[in-house]
Each structure stands twice: as C-alpha cells, then as structure tokens.
Nanobody, 126 residues
Framework: QVQLVESGGGLVQAGGSLRLSCAAS????????MGWFRQAPGKEREFVAA????????PYTDSVKGRFTISRDNAKHTVYLQMNSLKPEDTAVYYC???????????????????WGQGTQVTVSS
C-alpha cells in the first residue's frame, strides 16, 4: 500500500495561483502513476491530471489544459499540481491518487487507482 498526503490547498482570488503537493510513502517502489482528481459540492469526483512515473505521459481534463501543470519529483516520490489562472469553478476538494499497476499511460479513471489521499480544499473566490 502507498500512503499519500496532500498539501497546498487554500483560498485564492480568481486569476490567482496555487501549487498542490502530494507526497507518497510506503511501497513507493510499486508506483507507476499518480493523478489528481477533484470533487465539487454536489458533484461527482472528476479527473484533473495524471503523470506516468515511467513515460512521463501527462493527460489533462479539457477544462484545465493550459492552466494546470502536473509534475513529479521521482527522488521525493512527490507529485505537484501547479494551478494558474484559477476560476471559481475550480473550487473543490482535490485528491491525490496512486496507481500500482504497470502501465506506460497514466490512467484517467478513478477505478484504475489503488490508493487515495485525504484531500485538500481549494476555494477560488470571484
């Protein structure tokens, strides 16, 4: 199992930036990809971005392309989500997830991830 701890959430005005971090511990040798998902009040959890530990493949959901950037630090087993030009509709709890199944392509669906963090709140005011 992999333990995940997110940090970096907070309150920001529209147009501002935040950087989320997710540090993995435990069986990190079994990591193949990490992803970010978010859940807004009253809505289902949705995919945001992911990164393959092997290939560096980085899929994004359309609504964040050009504004969010996912990156990784292999040595620290940490993934980051740089969020720029934030909009009120980005308000949500952001969750980090880890995939322990071998693959060159980072997954974009919840069921493909094995471990989850506790979430960090991001609130964007208008």
């Amino acid at each position: 199992q992999v333990q995940l701890v997110e940090s970096g959430g907070g309150l920001v005005q529209a147009g501002g930036s935040l950087r989320l971090s997710c540090a993995a511990s435990g069986r990190t040798f079994s990591l193949y990809a990490m992803g970010w998902f978010r859940q807004a009040p009253g809505k289902e959890r949705e995919f945001v971005a992911a990164i393959s530990w092997i290939s560096g493949n980085t899929p994004y959901t359309d609504s964040v392309k050009g504004r969010f950037t996912i990156s990784r630090d292999n040595a620290k087993h940490t993934v980051y989500l740089q969020m720029n030009s934030l909009k009120p509709e980005d308000t949500a709890v952001y969750y980090c997830a880890a995939d322990r199944a071998p693959s060159m392509v980072a997954p974009t669906t919840e069921y493909e991830y094995d471990d989850w963090g506790q979430g960090t709140q991001v609130t964007v005011s208008s």
